[in-house]
Structures are given as C-alpha cells and as structure tokens.
C-alpha cells in the first residue's frame, strides 16, 4: 500500500503537471513549467492521505494533481484560472479522477474566511509565501483541523513564511512536529481547540513584562 503511493508520487514528478506560466529565458522559471517541493514532503503526505481525507491547500500544482489520484475530498485554492484549466486537462488526459476535487478560484486570504468550516484531516499550505498570507492561511485552515489532524507548511526557507508562525507551533505543545525537510516541515494538532482564544491561554509564550523591550 505504502509503495503504492510512494509509486503514485514518482510517477506524477516524472510527468507532472505544468500548469505555472514561463517567460522564455527567465531563471526564475520552475522546471517543467511547476513549482514543487521536496519529494519526502509528497510522500509524507501519501501517507497520511487514504481515500476519502479530508484536504485542503493553498495554491495548485503537483500537489494538487496528487491529492486528486490519492482521492482525497480535496479543496484548493488559487487566484490563477488558467491554472485550474491546466490541470483540468492534465488530469482528464492523464485518466485520473477529478471527482472529488474542487478548485475555488481567487486569493486564499479572502476565499478561505467564505468557506464553510467544515472538518479538515489534512492542509498544505503552499500558496502566497509573502508575511501574512501564510499565517493567514495557516489560521483559516488549521481552525478546522480536527484533533489529530496535519498542517504541513511549505517554504519554511523563506522568513516572510517563518514570521510568528514557526515561534508559536514550536512553542504550542498542542502542535506536535511530526517530520520535516529543507523547506517544509508538518505538525499534528493534539486537541481542537479554538485559534482565537485570548493571550492569556497561551502561558507558553512567556510572561508579561513590565515594559516591552525593543531597540531601535
Ligand atoms: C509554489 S506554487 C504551489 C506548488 C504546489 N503546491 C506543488 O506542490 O506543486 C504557489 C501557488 O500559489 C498560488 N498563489 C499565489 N498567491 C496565492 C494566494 N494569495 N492564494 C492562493 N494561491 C496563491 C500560485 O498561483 C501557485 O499556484
């Protein structure tokens, strides 16, 4: 079962999707015209992603292309359209089903607060990776992770993506740090409770001072 979808990830990056425009000549263009991860990172998440888990991910690409074959109850969300007909056609041409895929189009930071809170088992995060989209994304979510469930971040590299993010999972011993790579890294959520609760929940952060200290 697991070589499965481990096999399922090495066949999606040996014919993945290209779905991200290219300019001719520009460096910072991804290869094969998709931006991706590490390879553990999909098979991590292979291995949390039977049939039927309930996923949802900010931006599209491989990893869109690869909760679609695992079957997952898959919510993505990008602002690109021709993203979506890109990987529309890849997967009709490909055989795979896109049944259970939805694809709502627009900037996460505004789509996912319309979004009906339902249950979550897994997120990815990977779409705008400027402060405070992340964080923003990462609070939209993971409110609806249930206990147990993942939120795996990507970009971890980048500071504009680590910015109070990765001081509080780390310092929240209700976020358990489960694997990570170079650049992504996933936790599982211990209990289910509410991400807006006031600071005084939060002893782990540290006391309050008599005075802030910065230099400036
Ligand atoms: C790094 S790529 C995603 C790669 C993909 N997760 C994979 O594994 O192949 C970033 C994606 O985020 C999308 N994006 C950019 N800004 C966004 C935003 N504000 N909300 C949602 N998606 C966004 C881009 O259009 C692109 O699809």
Redesign the pocket.
């Known amino acids: 079962m697991l070589d499965d979808a481990f096999g399922q990830v090495t066949r999606i990056l040996a014919d993945p999707p290209s779905v991200?425009p290219t300019t001719a000549g520009n460096p910072g263009d991804p290869p094969d015209g998709?931006?991706?991860?590490e390879q553990a990172c999909y098979e991590f998440m292979a291995q949390h992603c039977p049939p039927g888990t309930r996923t949802l991910?900010?931006?599209?690409?491989?990893?869109t292309a690869l909760f679609a074959l695992w079957q997952c109850d898959h919510t993505c969300?990008?602002?690109?359209p021709q993203?979506k007909e890109h990987l529309s056609a890849y997967l009709e041409s490909r055989g795979i089903d896109a049944s259970s895929l939805r694809i709502e189009l627009g900037?996460?930071?505004f789509v996912l607060p319309t979004l009906n809170r339902t249950p979550l088992d897994l997120v990815f995060i990977?779409?705008?990776h400027g402060f405070p989209?992340p964080i923003i994304d990462w609070f939209y979510t993971s409110q609806r992770l249930r206990a147990g469930g993942i939120v795996v971040l990507?970009n971890l590299n980048a500071p504009s993506v680590r910015l109070g993010l990765l001081d509080f999972l780390q310092a929240d011993p209700r976020w358990n740090l489960l694997s990570h790579g170079s650049w992504w890294a996933a936790w599982q959520r211990q209990t289910s409770h509410p991400l807006h609760e006031d600071w005084i929940t939060q002893p782990f952060l540290g006391p309050l001072t008599a005075t802030w200290e910065v230099t400036i």
């Open positions: 991200h998709v931006w991706r991860t991910e900010t931006g599209l690409g491989v990893s969300i990008t602002p690109s993203e900037l996460s930071q990977d779409g705008c989209v990507d």
